[in-house]
C-alpha cells in the first residue's frame, strides 16, 4: 500500500502489464489524422495493440501530487444530451519518461518517432485532447 501512495501521480496504467491504453489509443489517433506513409505495416488502427507497448505499462513524472489547479468543464452524458458538471486534478509542466517497445515488422523506431512528434503537435494526449489539451514535444528519443 505505501509503495503505491507513493507512486508518481501520473500514470498511464496501474498495472505493470505492458497496455498503456492511452498510449496505444493516441497513436490510433495520429493514424486517423496522418498520411498511411507515416503508419509503417500498421495498416488498421487493431495493429497498434501488437505494435506497441511500454516497458513498464507506464509513463512516470517526477510529480507525486496534483497541481493546486483543478480542469473543470461539462460532460456530455452517453446516450442522452444532458450534461453534468466535472473537475478534475491535472498536472502542469512536466516531463514522462518512459520506454516505449516496437515491434518492426509494424513500424521501424523512426516512423514511430514521426507519429508522436506529429501526434504531440496537431492530436494531443488524454481525454481533453479534443480541447486542445495534451499537446506535447519529444524531447529525448534514443533506440536501445
Known sequence: MLQRGNRPFYTISDSDDGSAEIIKAFIRNVMDVTPKAMH???QSPGDVHGAVRLAT???LTSKTSAD??????????EGS??????????????????VILVDEYYIKG??????????GRAVGIGSAR???FGRFTVSNWSKV
Open 40 to 42: 509503417g505495416n500498421m
Open 57 to 59: 505499462g507506464h509513463l
Open 68 to 77: 493546486a489547479k483543478m480542469f473543470s468543464r461539462f460532460v456530455k452524458l
Open 81 to 98: 444530451n444532458q450534461r453534468t458538471f466535472s473537475e478534475s486534478p491535472y498536472i502542469n509542466d512536466f516531463t514522462a519518461r518512459g
Open 110 to 119: 523512426d516512423e514511430m518517432l514521426r507519429l508522436m512528434e506529429t501526434g
Open 130 to 132: 479534443l480541447m486542445g
